[in-house]
């Protein structure tokens, strides 16, 4: 039986229901799992046919709600909580050792968790809280816990929730990520850089993992979540015409997607085969999109706009590629070397 075909208006579940087969008997990790958000719906939608759930979050009462909700809409779901703080790079790896104590393999990790904006703000690590979240952390995490991911005959995958807005960027500031500096910093821009990391991560993951590790990136669409209801990043986003003046989404400005629609791209990018000879890719509306990653996250050289002497020992003329470079930086910040 033809898969059946996803689009813009897709529902979570639907891909799920769809998907069914392919999520049979898989044990997936998603980061970021609160009540009105894309992790939530994600981890609801997949519980329904997964063999396991492992939902995370740094607020045990909320992970405890997320967790009950779950088990009331989906009776028999096998779900799992795990506190997890992916701004500490401490609470990621007591949350990897946990994982890793596991007496299953992880076949799907999803990276869903962000900041969300706000104004300056460093880890107790000393990172900027927004990169820390969405990246260190999660590369952390990936790092800690590749055992589990290649502990069965399945390829795991690995997806990385990023956004359009990586596009809106010039660059990934790889100084930043390890000295952040407040004089510098802009929470537009910095959000941005976040995303682009996640898009470069993904890519460079399946690259080198040389075929061991299928990661994907992915827009999940304009979506009203918790996130954007976040006092500071409100504001943001009602200066940027996102939210009207009343904090409602601004229909006439962006086309919004329900929470369901939203997470829908996320369980493409987790189990449809027909994208499984495409590793690296970028999704967007439940079908690979390459041609809407940003050059500044695909060139293979280009010239960067500041110094990389301190961090990366080579120059902006390298051969290296932006991705190898972030790469290169993040192991320097986690203090881990990546390998398979």
């Known amino acids: 039986m033809p898969f059946p075909t996803f689009t813009a208006s897709t529902t979570a579940e639907e891909v799920a229901d769809g998907l069914a087969e392919q999520i049979h008997g898989k044990n997936v990790l998603i980061t970021g799992t609160s009540l009105n958000g894309i ?28 967790e009950e909700t779950i088990r009331k809409d989906v009776p028999g779901a096998n779900v799992r909580p795990l506190i997890l703080d992916l701004s500490s790079l401490a609470a990621v790896r007591k949350a990897a050792e946990e994982v890793n ?11 869903n968790a962000a900041h969300g904006g706000g104004p300056f703000q460093t880890t107790v690590d000393g990172f ?22 290649l502990a069965s005959d399945y ?41 682009s990391a996640n898009v470069l991560f993904a890519a460079e993951l399946s ?49 919004f997607k329900t929470i369901g629609q939203g997470a829908a791209t996320t369980v493409v990018a987790a189990f449809d085969p027909r994208i499984d000879a495409q590793p690296g890719s970028y999704l967007v509306d439940c079908i690979v999109a390459n041609e809407q990653v940003a050059s500044h996250c695909k060139d293979p050289v280009r010239n960067l706009p500041f110094s990389l002497d301190v961090i990366v020992c080579v120059s902006p003329s390298s051969s290296q590629d ?10 320097q910040a986690v203090d881990e070397k990546f390998t398979f």
């Open 39 to 66: 992790g939530f719906e994600t981890a609801r939608t997949i519980a329904k046919h997964a063999n396991l759930v492992i939902i995370t979050g740094y607020n045990s009462e909320r992970l405890k709600l997320s």
């Open 101 to 111: 104590a596991y007496p299953e393999p992880i076949h799907v990790l999803i990276h």
């Open 128 to 149: 900027e809280i927004q990169m820390a979240t969405a990246h260190i952390g999660p590369f952390l995490l990936t790092k800690l816990i590749a055992p589990k991911l």
């Open 155 to 195: 390829i795991a995958h690995v997806v990385v929730v990023s956004s359009i807005a990586h596009s809106a960027g010039t660059s990934v500031n790889l100084d930043a990520v390890m000295e952040p500096k407040p004089e510098k910093y802009l929470n537009r821009s910095a959000y941005e850089e976040a995303k």
């Open 207 to 255: 690259r080198r993992s040389g075929g061991k590790i299928k990661a994907y990136s992915l827009h999940p669409g304009a979506v009203f979540t918790n996130i954007m209801q976040k006092a500071d990043n409100k504001t943001d986003l009602i200066n940027m015409g996102v939210l009207n003046s009343e904090g409602r989404p601004n229909e006439s400005a962006i086309p």
């Open 322 to 331: 932006t991705a190898k470079k972030l790469w290169t930086v993040t192991e």
